[in-house]
Nanobody, 111 residues
């Protein structure tokens, strides 16, 4: 299975963005989610969602980000509100464990 992300871009603080990730095959009952790697930082957890639609978020993203999945379409989305400069980074979609990673999509929040 391969993952392809889309939806990144350049936005101003306070704006919203939705990232999408599509898998080339069935995602089955695997957990899916998102990590982020900011400039000069290690990759960090952002959000995940199980096949039973249990969502989990990093503390700094709670209330601002929403993760969703569509198993029929083999997709996972990440809707991001109230974006901050510290949200800047490459966002990677993952599937299962050990994770399969996408190639990443760049999100830049600048003022």
């Amino acid at each position: 299975v391969q993952l392809v992300e889309a939806g990144g871009g350049l936005v101003q603080p306070g704006e919203s963005l939705t990232l999408s990730c599509i898998a080339s095959g069935s995602i089955g009952t695997s957990e899916m989610g998102w990590y982020r790697q900011g400039p000069g930082k290690q990759r960090e957890f952002v959000a995940s969602i199980s096949s039973s639609l249990w969502a989990n978020y990093a503390e700094s993203e709670k209330g601002r980000f929403a993760v969703s999945r569509n198993d029929a379409q083999n997709t996972v989305n990440l809707h991001m509100d109230s974006l901050k400069p510290e949200d800047t980074g490459v966002y990677y979609c993952y599937l299962g464990f050990p994770p399969v990673w996408g190639q990443g999509t760049q999100v830049t929040v600048f003022s």
